[in-house]
């Protein structure tokens, strides 16, 4: 047994190992110190060793003359013994300095056999989604129906994969097992090395697992860290697991599992008067809303030494895996979940990321599936707390570990196990059902969107790691259906995103959405393919598109997005009037994304949202701060894509009444049965925008009703104010500009076709030329001047033109 004296030497040991010596070398140094006669290496130990490895001895036997032949080995053997005795008591010893000195040697011996094991290690754990990309087919369709013509052109190299289209989704996944489940080790490296940890393993175990408890925190961190590097070394451990399990566990808190509410139960008082209806949150609630850990109570008062015991398990896991094993910790998989999820609430983050980690490798095993269902739900909730945690790396892994928990596969059902806690993700809660704690306390009625937040983080690689979760959730859950409409808007507010990768990410995954719809609505498809009807005529698609967009989307995305946006439309144009500048902002950007998805069926309710944009229009020019103008302008940009796709015919019918003031028609939404001057202003704006985004030949057919209610006394002449002037002379300069290069005349028989009158535009049009001069003597001010130069520019090139066209058609006659 060492003394205190000794730990110098172990010093100058640990030197040799660093500077590269050889086993031989620090043997040589070993064997000639006397102060270390007790020495692990030294007294005939390590040569016992060797003769255990080779002749069969245990050390564990009764009988020591029955391992060897030879007295000599014999006498070996039991000096040995008596060595290996010396160092079992040495690790129970009452003084502090002894066992300290025991694991410093044992250690680095450990090490060192590791070193020679070298090439031979245990990978990290890798394991794959349940739902990889990479073994199956996003769409899929029982009874074999496939689009026409997705054999040609771009599709031609993914026709392979589209051939597993009639197999179902849940079939597609292959049913992976563990190497082997009657828990023995192939141990194919039969190197001495192996055999010596084995021994170690052997003698010493028992000793070692009883340190976990040991008082001083450096014994029980060298005693975790041995155990540590004695799991990778592919020893067999199959009669240890029974002793080093509870030692592991005894320095966890308990916990409970409650599988009625599917939460974890860390105060079960306060948890039973939840249960009865009294005034509390669920605990997993109160971290959400608190935004703070619990106070954490451990056995263990050392953080270093809980992240090691995580270590710990997870060498343990490593190495059963790779040697098929892993039936041996069957037993012990629960007691697992709940230490594990234990760290989740550990008010160290590496340890967070550590079991994080941990978790969503167990959670991915196949050989545990029906385990990992059991409490994929409850590790979901206990996941959502830290999504809100300060330190990004920390949310980086929770997001990890939340899309694990909800992919874990209930094949009986053909459903994510713990699909249910995205509803709590987005703090869904029905308008109707309100809790009875919300008349005692009020934060029992508080619930909180954390999607929304992550949308919105300020680190984009925790951005780009939430959309590949909503990604993979809307391409690859089985029951994603019943959430592709409450996770559709967040995934559409990453097309505005600052960072590129994300962009694509999002737009990819809308894609393979609607690429799903194709194949699994042929009905809706080949019709519009084959016919090549694909939308309006009277739709603008020929200008470019706002970006993101390169091009037009595809016919499955648009019906995709069509079909899942109703349930949120109209919030969403709510949203845009929200007292938070930022809220605004973002509501106007997801609703430009949902006009280029929606097209034409913007129509549908023109009337309500038209309405709603309008009135946020209104909202931004009446204020004169920086936020109210971005938002104007994509205010602005909105009604212009709107133009693209509604035709002139239906926002005119809606709009004129409210410009000039005429409260005798149903559609003018008026208060009191006037309008106010801003909102006559404001209504003539939005009209020039759509004008913009309109077909020419469209707004030809609205021509003579726009000039002749524009030109009047209470848009342009006297009875106007200043702003409402300029605003309507700016609005007819845009419709000038859209028929430029147009038949004035030939509006006649467009406005005939459309409402059935005949007007003689040319008439009309030379009657405003002299209202243009004569607003000319009225005003002085150069803002209105300047704009009557422009507008009669305009108009002066239109009647140009109109000369040009008749003097051709003259000349063809």
Same mark, same amino acid.
């Given at each position: ?96 300095? #002894? ?75 292959? #049913? ?291 959309? %590949? ?105 709510? %949203? ?48 004169? #701060? ?100 300029? %605003? ?34 040319? #008439? ?50």
């Amino acid at each position: 047994m060492e003394s205190s004296a000794d730990l110098g030497q172990h010093e100058s040991l640990h030197d040799n190992m660093e500077d590269g010596a050889s086993t031989k070398d620090i043997r040589d140094s070993v064997d000639n110190n006397d102060g270390m006669q007790q020495n692990f290496f030294h007294s005939g130990c390590w040569d016992y060793m060797q003769v255990a490895s080779f002749s069969g001895f245990d050390s564990d036997d009764d009988s020591e003359d029955e391992c060897c032949g030879t007295s000599d080995t014999i006498n070996d053997g039991r000096d040995a013994t008596r060595n290996i005795n010396s160092l079992k008591s040495s690790l129970k010893s009452q003084n502090k300095t #002894d066992r300290l000195a025991v694991l410093c040697s044992l250690d680095r011996d450990i090490n060192l056999l590791r070193l020679e094991l070298h090439g031979h290690d245990i990978p990290p754990l890798n394991n794959p989604p349940p739902y990889d990309t990479e073994s199956i087919v996003l769409t899929h369709k029982s009874n074999g129906a496939q689009v026409s013509d997705l054999a040609k052109g771009e599709h031609v190299s993914d026709w392979k994969k589209w051939e597993k289209t009639f197999v179902p989704l849940i079939q597609q996944f292959p #049913d992976k097992k563990s190497k082997a489940t009657d828990g023995s080790f192939s141990n194919s490296i039969n190197s001495v090395a192996r055999n010596k940890l084995q021994f170690i393993l052997n003698t010493c175990g028992c000793a070692l697992f009883l340190l976990f408890s040991d008082p001083s925190e450096r014994c029980r961190s060298l005693a975790i860290k041995c155990v540590q590097q004695l799991s990778l070394a592919g020893l067999d451990m199959g009669k240890h697991i029974a002793f080093l399990m509870p030692a592991i566990f005894s320095r966890y808190p308990e916990i409970l599992y409650d599988a009625e509410e599917k939460v974890f139960v860390h105060d079960p008082e306060q948890h039973e008067f939840y249960k009865r209806g009294g005034a509390s949150n669920r605990q997993d609630r109160e971290q959400i809303i608190d935004g703070k850990s619990r106070s954490f109570v451990s056995r263990e008062p050392s953080e270093e030494i809980r992240f090691e015991l995580c270590e710990v398990i997870s060498c343990l896991i490593r190495s059963f895996v790779h040697y098929g094993s892993l039936s041996l910790l069957d037993v012990y998989f629960s007691d697992i979940i709940l230490a594990l999820q234990s760290h989740l609430s550990d008010p160290f983050p590496n340890i967070k990321i550590a079991a994080a980690k941990l978790l969503v490798q167990i959670l991915r095993l196949p050989h545990w599936e029906i385990g990992a269902k059991y409490y994929a739900s409850a590790i979901g909730r206990a996941s959502l707390p830290l999504l809100r945690h300060r330190n990004s790396r920390v949310r980086l892994e929770s997001i990890s570990l939340l899309e694990a928990s909800i992919c874990v596969p209930d094949r009986e059902k053909v459903k994510g196990a713990g699909s249910e806690v995205i509803v709590e993700l987005i703090g869904f809660r029905e308008e109707n059902v309100i809790p009875v704690s919300l008349f005692y306390r009020h934060e029992c009625g508080v619930s909180i969107n954390i999607l929304a937040e992550l949308v919105a983080d300020k680190n984009k690689n925790v951005r780009f790691r939430c959309c %590949e979760m909503i990604s993979y959730l809307m391409c690859c859950l089985p029951d994603r259906y019943n959430y592709q409409q409450r996770l559709l808007p967040y995934l559409l507010s990453f097309y505005n995103d600052d960072d590129p990768r994300v962009q694509r990410q999002a737009i990819a995954a809308v894609d393979n959405c609607g690429q799903q719809y194709e194949v699994e609505n042929p009905d809706e498809i080949v019709e519009r393919r084959q016919y090549g009807v694909d939308g309006d005529e009277r739709c603008n698609h020929i200008d470019s598109f706002p970006q993101p967009f390169e091009r037009r989307p595809r016919i499955g995305s648009r019906f995709f997005v069509r079909n899942n946006t109703k349930r949120f439309f109209k919030a969403l144009l709510s %949203e845009l009037r929200n007292w938070m500048p930022k809220t605004r902002l973002q509501s106007a950007k997801l609703l430009h994304i949902l006009v280029i998805y929606c097209e034409e069926h913007l129509t549908m309710d023109i009337n309500n949202s038209l309405f709603e944009v309008v009135k946020a229009l209104q909202s931004c020019m009446s204020e004169n #701060d920086k936020d109210s103008a971005n938002l104007q302008q994509i205010l602005e940009d909105i009604l212009k894509s709107v133009g693209r796709y509604v035709d002139p015919c239906t926002y005119v019918r809606f709009l004129l009444p409210r410009m000039n003031n005429d409260v005798s028609t149903g559609t003018t939404f008026s208060e009191g049965g006037i309008h106010s001057d801003l909102s006559c202003i404001v209504n003539t704006k939005a009209l020039g925008c759509l004008i913009q985004g309109s077909l020419p030949c469209r707004v030809h057919s609205q021509y003579v009703t726009i000039l002749k209610s524009l030109s009047s006394q209470t848009s342009i002449g006297q009875l106007a104010g200043h702003r409402r002037r300029l %605003e309507s002379l700016k609005t007819l300069t845009l419709l000038f500009q859209s028929i430029n290069g147009s038949s004035i005349s030939g509006a006649s028989t467009l406005i005939f076709e459309e409402s059935g009158k005949l007007w003689n535009t040319l #008439d009309v049009t030379h009657s405003f030329t002299k209202t243009l001069e004569d607003l000319l003597n009225q005003f002085e001010d150069k803002p209105t001047i300047d704009t009557i130069h422009q507008l009669q520019n305009y108009v002066t090139l239109a009647l140009q033109n109109e000369q040009c066209i008749e003097s051709f058609s003259n000349l063809a006659m």
